[in-house]
């Protein structure tokens, strides 16, 4: 089976930046899309953006475009979220997620693996 663990969620002020890191362990890893979703407190669990196996093509939410990027460095069988320009409104629970057909798609019920979440807070 895939394990993820995230890891880099904080709290910073609205402007700061943050990078957040999977690790994921068990099989093929570069050959599955990966990706982020978020869960704010009392809202449904929210698309971020996803990353196809060689990175090749990327998906990004409307509310995170030119703000945040995804990318993956298979050799270290990791995916980082590079966040900048962060916004009080980014303040969530952040899960790393594996598809493991290797398509890009925004409903969470598709994606076959999740990590533990790691917490972002960003104040004004």
């Known amino acids: 089976q895939v394990q993820l663990v995230e890891s880099g969620g904080g709290l910073v002020q609205a402007g700061d930046s943050l990078r957040l890191s999977c690790a994921a362990s068990?099989?093929?890893?570069?050959?599955?899309?990966m990706g982020w979703f978020r869960q704010a407190p009392g809202k449904e669990r929210e698309f971020v953006v996803a990353?196809?196996?060689?990175?090749?093509?990327?998906y990004y939410a409307d509310s995170v475009k030119g703000r945040f990027t995804i990318s993956r460095d298979n050799a270290k069988n990791t995916v980082y979220l590079q966040m900048n320009s962060l916004k009080p409104e980014d303040t969530a629970i952040y899960y790393c997620?594996?598809?493991?057909?290797?398509?890009?798609?925004?409903?969470?019920?598709?994606?076959?693996?999740w990590g533990q979440g790691t917490q972002v807070t960003v104040s004004s």
């Open positions: 990353i196809t196996w060689n990175g090749g093509t990327t």
């Open positions: 997620v594996v598809e493991s057909g290797s398509r890009l798609t925004v409903r969470p019920s598709d994606y076959d693996y």
């Open positions: 068990g099989r093929t890893f570069s050959s599955y899309a």
